[in-house]
């Protein structure tokens, strides 16, 4: 008998597969169906701190009575920032409810304001855990490396001294050091790393010169971003467990996720493409794949390949291509 069964954030999942936060994840209705498909949990559509930042900054600059009335600005500061919250708090409710696996909410955030005060509003409302999306784009050029890294130590803080619930920090690859990173926020007492995030990020429309955004949706390639963070971090930082995200997009790639060290495997990109149905074909893959190799549970073969459990390290930390590249030069075409 095959045994799916996992720990994650310590939270008891039927089955390591996530479906991450997103469109599809921002009803009742599609959570049911989430579940129905066979996923061990499920991240909410994310409460947008931007989003909530923005639609504020529009209401007061829309009437010209709010300039200057600091009351009035507060009123709209509070009551966007009150029905926002209040709309998400019933999402929580309405899909613990609904559903048996464990409901995880998602807050993206830029910053450690008062908004974070919220957190404990949505522990109330039952979510199983939290999980933070924080990407700060690095934009000041007197700001150091540090006092950036320092946004994300700060929001984890706020937020972990209002809940008791577990909390996961869901992050990108663009540090100096993410070792450092994931080690501190470990030490700060984060329960789970979620690599990676994905972003907006810009693109350009050459024919009408403006700036558009790139496909939000990720490509199987882009498993090649997280697995070597998965595999050497899940081995270097004991006690964080390690979610896979991006470019998870079959079976076979939320195995080596799994075989890398991971304790959970996200994915989105791929149910926006094949539809709910993909979360069922994943988990018949992952199953079938442990009947061939005759492993009976997920724990047997989860970090086998990770980077202490392989003889020669060093394959995770090889950054050239030396082996393909070299003496290759005749074969370009000038």
């Not at 999942?13 to 579940?35: A, F, M, Q, W, Y």
């Not at 696996?101 to 979510?127: L, M, R, Y």
């Not at 007492?189 to 558009?212: C, M, Q």
Request: hydrophobic letters at 40%; aromatic letters at 8%; charged letters at 25%.
């Amino acid at each position: 008998m095959i045994n799916l069964e996992t720990t994650y954030m310590g939270l008891r999942l039927k089955n390591p597969l996530i479906v991450s936060s997103s469109g599809l994840t921002n009803s009742v209705r599609k959570i049911k169906i989430i579940e129905e498909k066979g996923a061990g949990a499920v991240v909410l559509k994310s409460l947008f701190e931007e989003q909530i930042t923005n639609e504020v900054q529009n209401l007061i600059g829309k009437d010209p009575k709010n300039v200057g009335y600091p009351e009035a600005e507060d009123y709209i500061q509070n009551y966007v920032k009150g029905n926002s919250v209040a709309k998400y708090l019933s999402l929580i409710k309405e899909a613990k409810a609904a559903v048996s696996i464990p409901v995880i909410a998602s807050i993206n955030c830029v910053s450690s304001s008062d908004w974070t005060h919220f957190a404990k509003e949505i522990e109330k409302a039952g979510a199983d855990a939290i999980e933070l999306n924080v990407f700060v784009v690095p934009n000041d050029r007197n700001k150091s490396a540090e006092e950036y890294e320092k946004i994300y130590f700060d929001i984890f803080s706020a937020v972990k001294k209002e809940v008791n619930i577990p909390i996961s920090m869901k992050i990108g690859i663009y540090f100096t050091n993410l070792f450092a990173v994931a080690n501190r926020l470990n030490a700060n007492g984060a329960d789970a790393l979620v690599l990676f995030n994905r972003f907006y990020e810009p693109d350009i429309d050459i024919d009408n010169l403006k700036i558009t955004s790139a496909n939000v949706l990720s490509s199987a390639s882009d498993i090649r971003k997280s697995l070597r963070f998965v595999g050497m971090i899940s081995d270097k930082v004991k006690g964080l467990d390690i979610s896979a995200s991006t470019g998870i997009h079959d079976g076979e790639a939320a195995i080596k996720q799994i075989l890398a060290g991971a304790k959970a495997v996200q994915i989105c990109s791929t149910v926006y493409e094949h539809g709910f149905d993909q979360i069922s074909i994943i988990l018949e893959e992952i199953t079938a794949w442990m009947k061939k190799k005759e492993f009976k549970s997920v724990d047997v073969f989860r970090g086998k390949l990770s980077y202490g459990s392989i003889p020669n390290s060093s394959l995770y930390e090889r950054a050239q291509f030396m082996k393909y590249f070299s003496g290759n030069e005749k074969d370009v075409m000038i």
